[in-house]
């Protein structure tokens, strides 16, 4: 088992104004300055020393040096180099090197720019504030839908925040005896969203008309932690351990359902092409369900079933640029993100952490993947795929990141904490814009008929 919620936050009063931005004062760092401390290890201070008190003897006093004295005194100079009157002077060029690459070879290298090394800011772009968000780790209360608009549950309120303008509006408000919210998930027109409810009910919405469409009943037990949608497909997972696949469009909504977790669901993920769908659990199991042997009239059975993690697992992200590659993160008594082959089950990797994983991003334009933490650094760790060395650590909550959502375009990740602050960050980067090709050159008089 994983620590769940720390404390209740929704009975405190609400202090602050929902996505209300923070006004944080930025220290100016200053330019770190230095002396210039020329390198003394290649002067000549004997040299020095002698053209400035001996060798101007001669000059100054011209009438006192004997011709012996003389001829003596430029053997002397001579003998210890001394007739030098440049310190850097022009010699023979030094010899050419010798080219392990052929100059045909080398010159289409050189043709290729290298590419430039992204700036990845250490601090949040911006901070808002999320009062009476739930510090439960087994809830989903962050996404960001393909209309760039974002959702939040806070206490029993879902707000949507739209990142084109930074304007907020309360889409529903649900009363204590039946929240708090649990859960919330975009569908992917960006325009509907479904609501995971404490007392085991779900509900959508239309967030354009801003009304309730339907609520979907008699599925689960107990509370709704987890969603994820597949086209009409609503998947919802609960604290009963079972996973119901909701067909939004026809009245008996429900169309499939996984037993395979005997304690809560607190992860679910559909693949890109929506053939697979891994879902984690308190019971620390990971297992991969294939869509096409779905029925209606029995119970799923898994595809795999991983019992490689030691703690809850809730942390789930599917590869972009591998369709059959699996990212799962484990809890407290875990600290393990592993990678798995979904084909075949393998572990392919697991790197030990050392803090609860909470939440986990692939870089759409990147081979990266982002994961967010818990005890002791509450810190975001972006990693290159497939070495797992360490890219940056992102830093500024105080508790534990439980949610992360990804903008649509990839580039920005906002991320919620018990903290009660939702903060955004520019990690990812810009996505490169593809050049476009370079139109031929036009024919003269192409816009003439031909003469046959």
Known sequence: MDAGSYSASSNKKQSRCPLQEQLLQRKNSNDNLDRFIPNRSAMDFDYAHYMLTEARK??????????????????????????????????????TPVEAIPNEFSSVQQTIPAKPRRYIPQTSERTLDAPDIMDDYYLNLLDWG????????????????????????????????????????????????????NNSEVQLWDTTANRLLRTLKGGHRSRVGALDWNNHILTTGGMDGQIINNDVRIRNPIVDTYQGHHQEVCGLKWSASGQQLASGGNDNLLHIWDRSTASSNSTTQWLHRLEDHTAAVKALAWCPFQGNLLASGGGGSDRCIKFWNTHTGACLNSIDTGSQ???????????????????TQNQLTLWRYPSMVKVAELTGHTSRVLFMAQSPDGCTVASAAGDETLRFWNVFGTPEVAKPAPKANPEPFAHLNRIR
Not at 61 to 89: D, G, H, W
Not at 357 to 370: A, D, F, G, P
């Open 58 to 95: 001669g000059k100054e006093n011209p009438a006192v040096n004997s011709p012996s004295r003389e001829a003596y005194r430029k053997q002397l100079a001579e003998t210890f180099n001394m007739n030098r009157t440049r310190i850097l002077a022009f010699k023979n060029k030094p010899p």
């Open 146 to 197: 393909s209309s760039n608009v974002l959702s939040i549950a806070l206490g029993g309120t879902v707000y949507l925040w739209d990142a084109s303008d930074g304007a907020t509006s309360e889409l529903v408000t649900i009363d204590e005896e039946n929240g708090p919210i649990t859960s919330v998930k975009w569908a992917p027109d960006g325009r509907h969203i479904a609501v995971g409810l």
């Open 357 to 375: 994983v909470c939440s986990l991003l692939w870089n759409k334009n990147e081979r990266e993947l982002l994961s967010s933490h818990g005890f």
